[in-house]
């Protein structure tokens, strides 16, 4: 069995640029949930994938968008990337919605 | 939507000490609440959780309370070791419309001192 896996580790934008992250989930999981964690701040919810479904989403704009995959993998895109966009994004998967969660390494995004 | 707060930021305790961390939640719809340990650099574990029909659990060193009338929660680490030294965060998860949305504390920077 394997752990939830994110790639890439470390990314660089630019402000405007677009980005997609991705996350595999463990094996047996169908649900991820994506987090936004800046610097000395706890996990933001942005939102979570149920069955390749959007299934609850957190205060983020439209411009955070995502997938999920028949796999249960799911990529994270962010369009018109802002400076305030760098943060370490963690992926979550769960064997269901309301199970236990269990995090990816997570990605570091820098917006210059 | 739900609020969390967290206290305090930072807690430094000597080993052995015992250490404290305290949360506060806002939706009384809330039922779940775990609790994260994240060392630096790396991604958050879950160290333990309880669910609001429970008011205290236990699991070796570590235990949580939980005081639904006031909206509070605990996480108690006795015979604290420098391996403890890592953010600690609290976090409150409300079902709405069959998905889990949750809500997670500034965190709590636990410092061990040998």
């Known amino acids: 069995e394997t752990g939830v896996t994110q790639s890439p580790t470390h990314l660089i934008k630019t402000r405007g640029q677009q980005v997609t992250l991705r996350c595999s989930s463990q094996?047996?999981?169908?649900?991820v949930s994506w987090y936004q964690q800046a610097l000395g701040q706890g996990p933001q919810f942005i939102f979570q994938?149920?069955?390749?479904?959007?299934?609850g989403r957190g205060n983020f704009p439209p411009r955070f968008s995502g997938l999920q995959f028949p796999n249960y993998s799911s990529e994270l895109n962010v369009n018109a990337l802002e400076l305030d966009d760098s943060a370490l994004y963690l992926c979550a998967s769960s064997f269901s919605s309301g199970d236990e969660q269990f995090f990816g390494p997570g990605t570091r995004l820098t917006v210059l | 939507g739900e609020n969390v707060e967290q206290h305090p930021s930072t807690l430094s305790v000597q080993e052995g000490d015992s250490a404290v961390i305290k949360c506060t939640y806002s939706?009384?719809?809330?039922?779940?609440f775990p609790w994260y340990k994240q060392e630096l650099g790396k991604r958050p574990q879950l160290i333990i959780d309880i669910r609001s029909n429970v008011g205290e659990k236990k699991d070796q060193r570590i235990a949580v309370t939980l005081n639904k009338t006031a909206k509070h929660f605990s996480l108690h680490i006795t015979e604290t070791q420098p391996e403890d030294s890592a953010v600690y965060f609290c976090a409150s998860r409300e079902a709405s419309g069959g998905s889990y949305i949750p809500t997670f504390g500034r965190g709590t920077s636990l410092i061990v001192h040998p």
């Open positions: 994938y149920y069955r390749e479904e959007e299934n």
């Open positions: 094996s047996g999981h169908n649900t």
């Open positions: 939706d009384s719809a809330s039922n779940y």
